[in-house]
Nanobody
Framework: VQLVESGGGLVQPGGSLTLSCAAS????????MGWYRQAPGKQRELVAF???????DYADSVRGRFTISRLNRENSVYLQMNSLRPEDTAVYYC??????????????WGQGTQVTVSS
């Protein structure tokens, strides 16, 4: 299962960006998709995750500013990021968990997309 991300870039503080991620390959079902981020010198952390039932989980630092959404029929996930802050600067990674066509569990990651918040 492959994940392709897009939408990163440079934005001023207070600005907005939308990240997109699409999964492809021999997918039977995706149980959940989400976003993690890793800033220089820090561990990778959860940003937001959405399961197939619609349940969501957000990091406290982004709750109220970021919104995760999914298009199940397209195996896609999006992250709308508003009121961006310099501390949101990181490489953002898409994650998908599910079962492939052989009913084997997978946990796949994208290559990452850079988000830089700076004036």
């Amino acid at each position: 299962v492959q994940l392709v991300e897009s939408g990163g870039g440079l934005v001023q503080p207070g600005g907005s960006l939308t990240l997109s991620c699409a999964a492809s390959g021999s997918i039977f079902t995706i149980n959940g998709m989400g976003w993690y981020r890793q800033a220089p010198g820090k561990q990778r952390e959860l940003v937001a995750f959405r399961n197939s039932g619609g349940g969501t989980d957000y990091a406290d630092s982004v709750r109220g500013r970021f919104t995760i959404s999914r298009l199940n029929r397209e195996n896609s996930v999006y992250l709308q990021m508003n009121s961006l802050r310099p501390e949101d600067t990181a490489v953002y990674y898409c994650d998908a968990k599910g079962y492939d066509a052989n009913r084997k569990a997978f946990d796949s990651w994208g290559q990452g997309t850079q988000v830089t918040v700076s004036s």
